[in-house]
């Protein structure tokens, strides 16, 4: 495979150079791109060395061969890492200004960003735009790892290892060259749990750690879909190749499903939404009274997302394949299954994954078990194993429902 890096002005460029030893020595051919401020980090000899390419940056060099046209014309893969916020930016705006922003406006192949810089400007507005442009386009924006940065700082910004950074942009290639039931479709997969703020310190929340969420947008990639995972607090990274909307609480949650709902060809609601908040946030942190008293707390009910999601894809003309959670545990007036197709009816989604929890049973774990019920009646056999093989099941059941 013909490969294209580039690698940004950035102090993260020297991890670049193990991720070029990654792909040579899985046979494909690499020609790097470095930005002049890469060139100032790591020099061409190192590329040219370990890519056994010659290395320019200048749209000047070797004119006769046109390389600002040929090289994104034959690039199976354009990769860069780090891609700084000034190449986002210079991305996003369809500039020309160097080799590198002219062979990735020339790309006819999966284009491929591992952004590095530091949090403040990864958290820019600016920034996030030119991101959520991007990914618009099809282009596929790694999230960024966080961890030590330059300096003292630490946050999110810090550039992913190698390897990462080498299996995110060899399942994008997979994805976009593939055959999986849901090329070319849009997942919505909401994951986490959703914290519902007391005063500025405290919130109430749940046990969820997002596990089972990120195995279902590793499986809707897998079989080819554009996935938009709608995140509240997860102890675990999202899978990159995502477009990861970051949100705590239920409302926030309930809009970005809803904003996310009309691109939408599969919903599956997997996050531990909260039933209930404080009907009122305090501004300051909530202190023990000297008279002893106890605070009184009054809960409002949240919305109810998966049945508003239901309700939006009314009239709707394309097809739109709905799946909720049913985490019960089970109470004197019935067992969870019960409890789970009553679940089921009431919200009118297409089906319902039931799983059977408690304090030391799904939560954390890297294993479940799990019953899909359908709308029509059926049932299938418990689904048992690590929460990857729960997940290739429930969007396998969502593919073949979407299929006719």
Wanted: charged share 20%.
């Amino acid at each position: 495979m013909r490969i294209v890096l580039g690698v940004g002005g950035g102090i993260a460029a020297y991890k670049a150079a193990s991720l070029l030893r990654l792909f040579t020595e899985s046979g494909h051919d690499v020609t790097v791109i470095p930005t002049d401020a890469a060139i100032r980090f790591v020099g061409t000899a190192t590329w040219e060395a370990l890519s056994g390419n010659p290395v320019s940056n200048s749209v000047w060099d070797d004119v006769d061969k046109v390389n600002h046209v040929r090289l994104g014309h034959e690039a199976d893969l354009i990769v860069v890492a780090p891609a700084t916020a000034d190449v986002l930016a210079r991305a996003t705006a369809g500039l020309a200004n160097d080799l590198l922003t002219g062979t990735l406006l020339m790309a006819h192949g999966p284009v491929f960003l591992a952004p590095a810089m530091h949090t403040e400007m990864w958290q820019h507005a600016a920034t996030r735009a030119n991101v959520a442009t991007l990914r618009s386009r099809g282009v596929t924006v790694m999230e960024p790892a966080s961890g030590r940065l330059t300096g003292a700082d630490s946050g999110p910004g810090r550039l992913p290892e190698p390897a990462d950074i080498f299996a995110a942009a060899m399942d994008a290639v997979a994805r976009s060259g593939g055959s999986g039931p849901l090329r070319g479709r849009r997942v919505t997969i909401s994951a986490g749990g959703t914290r519902e703020a007391l005063d500025p310190v405290r919130f109430l929340g749940n046990r969820s750690s997002g596990k089972q969420g990120m195995a279902l947008a590793e499986a809707a990639l897998a079989q080819g879909a554009h996935v938009t995972l709608v995140l509240a607090h997860a102890d675990v990274a999202p899978p990159p190749g995502c477009d990861v909307v970051r949100v705590e609480s239920a409302l926030q949650l309930r809009d970005a499903v809803l904003e996310a709902l009309p691109a939408t060809d599969v919903l599956v609601m997997a996050a531990a939404v909260a039933d209930f908040r404080p009907a009122e946030v305090v501004a300051t942190k909530i202190k023990k009274r000297d008279d002893g008293s106890d605070p009184v707390i009054t809960l409002v009910r949240n919305p109810d997302v998966l049945r508003e999601a239901v309700l939006a894809r009314e009239g709707r003309s394309e097809p739109l394949v709905i799946a909720g959670f049913a985490a019960e545990t089970g109470d004197a007036t019935a067992d969870p299954l019960t409890h789970a197709r009553a679940k089921l009816a009431r919200k009118g989604c297409d089906f319902l994954v039931l799983n059977v929890v408690g304090s030391d049973l799904v939560f954390g774990e890297d294993s479940n078990t799990v019953t899909i019920l359908g709308a029509d009646g059926t049932e299938s056999a418990p689904v048992r194993g690590s929460k990857r093989a729960v997940a290739d099941a429930v969007i396998g059941h969502a593919a073949r429902l979407l299929a006719p």
